[in-house]
C-alpha cells in the first residue's frame, strides 16, 4: 500500500503545482509581473494564497518556474526519448511543438519579455533553466549528425541558437500581424520552409 500512497500524494503535489503555474500564467499576462499579486495568482488557480507559498519561495521563483513549465511540458515527449534519425522528421516535430506553443501562450509574450530584458539576473537564470536544457539536446544530435557525415561542418551551438531564433522570430510575426504578409501563410507553410531553409543549409 505505502509505493500506491506515495505515486499519489506525488501525482496530487504535481497537480497542484500545474494548477498554480497555469494561474501564474493567466495574471503574469493580464497584470504583467510586477502588478500580479500571489493573492490574485491564488484566486486564478483556485487556491489559498497560502498554498502558493508551500511550492514556490517567492514570485520571482514562481514566474521561472511557470516559464520553465510551459517551454518544457511538451518538449519533453519529442527530446525525452530516442530522437527520430531523419533530420525532417525531428525538425518538423520540434517546429510544430513550438509552434503550438505560441500560439497556446503567446499572450504570455509582452509581459514575459519585457521582464526578461529588465532583469539581468532573470535573463542568466532562463538561459540555464530552460535554453540549455532544450539546446544541448539539438546540438547533440546535429554532432551526430555531423560525425556520420550527414551535415556539414559547422558549429552545433551557432546552429541551434540560428534555428531557435528564425523559428520564434517567424511565429511571433504571424502571432502578432506585425507583419500583414504573414496573414497570407499558414502554420504548416512557415514550419515547411523552416525546416527546408534549415536542412539546406546543415545538409551536405
Do not use: C
Not at 511540458?73 to 525532417?88: A, F, R, T, V, Y
Not at 509552434?99 to 537564470?125: C, K, M, N, S, W
Not at 540549455?132 to 551526430?144: A, D, G, V, W
Amino acid at each position: 500500500m505505502l509505493p500506491t500512497s506515495i505515486n499519489f500524494k506525488e501525482q496530487m503535489t504535481e497537480t497542484r503545482r500545474t494548477q498554480i503555474l497555469l494561474g501564474a500564467a493567466q495574471v503574469f499576462a493580464e497584470k504583467g509581473f510586477h502588478k500580479a499579486t500571489t493573492k490574485k495568482i491564488a484566486k486564478a488557480a483556485g487556491i489559498s494564497e497560502g498554498t502558493i507559498y508551500n511550492y514556490f519561495d517567492n514570485k520571482r521563483e514562481l514566474l521561472v518556474a511557470m516559464i520553465e513549465f510551459i517551454s518544457m511540458q511538451s518538449l519533453k515527449n519529442i527530446l525525452g526519448g530516442e530522437l527520430p534519425q531523419d533530420p525532417h522528421e525531428l525538425f518538423t516535430l520540434i517546429l510544430r511543438d513550438r509552434q503550438q506553443l505560441i500560439q497556446g501562450y503567446g499572450y504570455l509574450l509582452a509581459p514575459v519579455v519585457a521582464e526578461i530584458f529588465a532583469d539581468t539576473e532573470l535573463r542568466e537564470e532562463l538561459y540555464q533553466k530552460v535554453v540549455i536544457p532544450i539546446s544541448s539536446h539539438l546540438e547533440k544530435y546535429i554532432q551526430t549528425q555531423i560525425d556520420v557525415g550527414q551535415f556539414r561542418q559547422l558549429d552545433p551551438v551557432i546552429a541551434t541558437r540560428t534555428i531557435m531564433g528564425a523559428m520564434l522570430l517567424n511565429f511571433a510575426l504571424k502571432l502578432t500581424n506585425l507583419d500583414s504578409r504573414y496573414g497570407y501563410f499558414s502554420d504548416d507553410t512557415i514550419v515547411e520552409q523552416l525546416v527546408m531553409i534549415f536542412l539546406k543549409g546543415m545538409m551536405k
